[in-house]
Structure formats: C-alpha cells, structure tokens
C-alpha cells in the first residue's frame, strides 16, 4: 500500500517479499528473498535481513541483522544485534543496547529461542539453541552457552547444554 508505506530509495528487497501496510523501511537497508515485512514495522538504517525471514507488526529493527529463516513475529525491538539463523524472537523481547554512554552489541545464535517479553541487556551473547524463559532479563555480560535454559530476573542458567 504505497500510501502507507514508506521505502527508501536505497533499499535493496529480494523477490518474492511481501511488505504489508503501515511499514517503514529506512535507507541502507537489506532485505532477502521470500520474507514477510510488517504491517506497521520499522526497518532502521544498517539493518540486514536474510532469506525467508517474518518481521511482524509492531517490530523495529536499527543496525542489526537477522539470518535466514529467524521469526521475530510482534512487539519487538533488535538494535545492534546479530541473530543467526533459524531463531525465535518472542512478544515484548527488547535488546537494551543503550547504557548511556555506548550502544553494545547482542549476539544471539542460530537456533536460539528468545521467550515473550525477555530483554537482553547489551553487550549479552545468547548461544546455539540456547532458550531464555518468558519475561527473562539476561544481565549485561552475560554469556548464555550453546544448548542452555536461562529464566528469571536477573536470568539464572537452569539446565545446562542440552543434547539435540
């Protein structure tokens, strides 16, 4: 609906994307083939999103980028983060990149599954197929490893490497 929707003359999006109503897509921004744009998203300068990947409503995006196939489906803020491939970005999940002085960076690793409303407090590392709990706040510095389970507030590994 190009009376909605606002594209910057620079973005680059691959065949067969969908951008729904209500989205803004700012400059220096990369989208791939095969995704599912908005409606009312805000993709931010620096922003890279691969293959097959669904940014629903209501998400924001600023200088980070999104591997193929990654979900982050309502609510949701990634800024300075980099997601892997095959990740799920839950309802409410926030990267607080911002400590006043700094942006700092989010790593999060393919498979992971980021539960609804955590916030990753940056600069955070969240391994392979780690999974953090619903309303789970990762402290900064934190590492969660490969295959773990962190829940709470601050968030506390519960159950080590899991075997997949």
């Known amino acids: 609906d190009p009376q909605t929707t606002y594209i910057s003359k620079d973005v680059k999006i691959g065949r067969d994307t969908v951008i729904r109503p209500f989205t803004v897509i700012e400059n220096n921004v990369r989208i791939g083939q095969r995704c599912l744009v908005g409606p009312f998203a805000h993709l931010r300068p620096g922003t890279q999103i691969g293959n097959d990947v669904e940014l629903g409503n209501f998400t924001e995006i600023s200088r980070s980028s999104m591997g193929d196939r990654s979900l ?30 700094t942006k700092n960076k989010t790593t999060i690793q393919d498979q992971a599954f980021v539960g609804s409303d955590s916030v990753l407090v940056a600069p955070v590392k969240i391994g392979k197929r780690a999974i953090t709990g619903a309303g789970c706040v990762v402290t900064k510095g934190k590492v969660v490893p490969d295959g773990s389970v962190i829940v709470g507030v601050p968030g506390r590994i519960i159950a080590g490497p899991r075997v997949t």
């Open 72 to 101: 982050m489906k309502h609510f949701s803020f990634l800024g300075d983060a980099s997601v892997g491939k095959n990740v799920n970005i839950g309802a409410g999940v926030v990267t607080a990149n911002f400590d006043g002085k």
